[in-house]
């Protein structure tokens, strides 16, 4: 891989990716919706790399016309990853309606990626989309829990399916990914999980989950390379989970990050799994680890002294 053009650029994650496939050499196109000069520079550095191209997802047909007029080439190893999606006023809010814009906005840039000559087009789902599969295999376990982002996490399960179909039809190869949180070093991002974790740094009170699924926390540094990785060395129709392989549930992350801040060791104790509608299981990286040589180098432990030093 020596280009990529990233979708979704300016946001949490996309920005991320962009900032490690500069950092190795990697030239990147960066789509996003804003102009440049909205767009939050500690979010996209400048570097002679980077190209920025200010382009709604509705607008993609014009796409191929548009890198020809800048001079952007893709070449002959170049992937295309697409993290853009947009509910209502956020990325899980919304109608149906809303929602399944996305499904057909991402398989279209299947397509696109294909005819201006990408060899790879790496998808963004969720984890949201694994709870669809069980409710679709009707794996509910005697579980009244229910995802809380129905619509989204539909919405991610159909456009996956989608982009798989028509990467098929196109002939390019095509990469699934999922995670479940990520966190940055100053619990940036706007997430219940971001919020409640700068809660417990500034020493306020926070109110335990009630949801006990489990979830899998990986810092944004290692996620950012999991995807470097992904886009070098990922498989075709290969669907991978990124994470740190050792799920827990959120009570277990908070009450972890509150002992580390407050000097207390951290009494782990093992998950019951029973009835638990997402198992160990669909955390797995192995598959991650052996096509890409990706292994979690940063600890959630250590991930917090970090932060709160």
Known sequence: MKKAIVTGASGFVGSAVVSELLKNGIEVLALGRKPLEKVNQKRLPESKRLTYLQIDLAEMDSF?????????????SCVFYN???????????????????????????????????????????????????????????????????????ISKHGARDMCKLNAYLHKIDYVHTRFS??????????????????????????????????????????????????????????????GSGEPKTLSQYFKQFKNVVSGLDYDYKSINLNNKLLSADDFSINDLISDTGYKPEISYENFIKKIVK
């Open 64 to 76: 191929p016309e548009k890198i020809k007029k800048i001079g952007w080439t893709p070449g002959d």
């Open 83 to 153: 993290f853009a999606w947009l509910g209502k006023n956020g990325l899980t809010d919304g109608t149906i309606k809303d929602q399944l814009k996305n499904v057909t906005y991402a398989a279209n840039c299947v397509a696109i990626a294909k005819q201006i000559g990408c060899v790879k087009f790496v998808n963004i789902g969720s984890m949201e989309e694994t709870f669809v599969e069980k409710y679709l295999e009707f794996n509910l376990q005697n579980q009244e829990y229910h995802s809380g982002q129905d619509i989204y996490a």
């Open 181 to 242: 949180v990520f966190v940055d070093d100053h619990l940036s991002a706007n997430s219940f999980v971001h919020k409640v974790l700068k809660r417990i740094k500034n020493g306020e009170t926070y109110n335990t989950p009630q949801n006990d699924q489990l979830f899998d926390i990986l810092t944004l540094e290692e996620g950012a390379r999991a995807y470097r990785l992904i886009g070098e060395k990922g498989v075709n129709k290969a669907d991978y989970f990124i």
